[in-house]
């Protein structure tokens, strides 16, 4: 099982970036995908997730500015992110749960927010 994240970068303050991550392989009735950062220094967090019945959760920092949207036959996860700010700025990962809690993790995608 592979996760591929993509559409991170640089982007001023203010600006939009959209990620998305796509699952290959096998996976078996996806039941949570999320997105995480990790900033330097700092541990990785939690920034939004998606369950399989389409119920969201966001980080108090991210609320109203970031959108996780996903497809579970397309085994694909998105983040639309706006109004970014500079302590946005991070590493994200994807991340993709199973029926049997196995956890997938993608690679991790750069996102610069310059003030």
């Known amino acids: 099982v592979q996760l591929q994240a993509s559409g991170g970068g640089t982007v001023q303050a203010g600006g939009s970036l959209r990620l998305a991550c796509a699952a290959s392989?096998?996976?078996?009735?996806?039941?949570?995908m999320g997105w995480y950062r990790q900033a330097p220094g700092k541990q990785r967090e939690s920034v939004a997730r998606?369950?399989?019945?389409?119920?969201?959760n966001y980080a108090d920092a991210v609320k109203g500015r970031f959108t996780i949207s996903g497809d579970n036959a397309k085994k694909t996860v998105y983040l639309q992110m706006n109004s970014l700010k500079p302590e946005d700025t991070a590493v994200y990962y994807c991340?993709?749960?199973?029926?049997?809690?196995?956890?997938?993790w993608g690679q991790g995608t750069q996102v610069t927010v310059s003030s």
């Open positions: 991340n993709i749960v199973q029926y049997d809690t196995r956890t997938y």
């Open positions: 392989g096998s996976i078996s009735a996806i039941i949570v």
């Open positions: 998606i369950t399989s019945a389409g119920i969201t």
